[in-house]
């Protein structure tokens, strides 16, 4: 299964409708906390190109935001990203 990382602050609301998202599809993930380090969120500024939270990766594909990823879901694309992020 596809590595996935999301990357949060404890007082973001959009932080706990994605993980909630990823939990109902089944998808286990990693959470990155970037509150409490100054410097990891500078390098996620500039891994992700966006300044909010939370941002998410599926494997080695930014998805974005929750938005972002709730569309996906919606769509039917986000089990095409992690079936093609296993090969």
């Known amino acids: 299964m596809a590595r996935v990382?999301?990357?949060?602050?404890?007082?973001?609301?959009y932080c706990v409708a994605a993980k909630n998202l990823l939990a109902n599809n089944g998808l286990a993930?990693?959470?990155?906390p970037v509150d409490r380090d100054p410097a990891?969120?500078?390098?996620l500024v500039v891994m992700s190109g966006r300044h909010t939270v939370?941002?998410?990766?599926?494997?080695?594909i930014h998805v974005g935001g929750?938005?972002?990823?709730?569309?996906?879901?919606?769509?039917g694309e986000l089990d095409r990203i992690i079936a093609s992020q296993d090969q």
């Open 5 to 13: 990382r999301i990357y949060t602050t404890r007082s973001c609301g």
């Open 29 to 32: 993930y990693e959470e990155i």
């Open 40 to 43: 990891l969120r500078r390098q």
């Open 54 to 60: 939370p941002q998410i990766w599926l494997g080695e």
């Open 66 to 75: 929750y938005d972002d990823l709730r569309r996906l879901e919606q769509q």
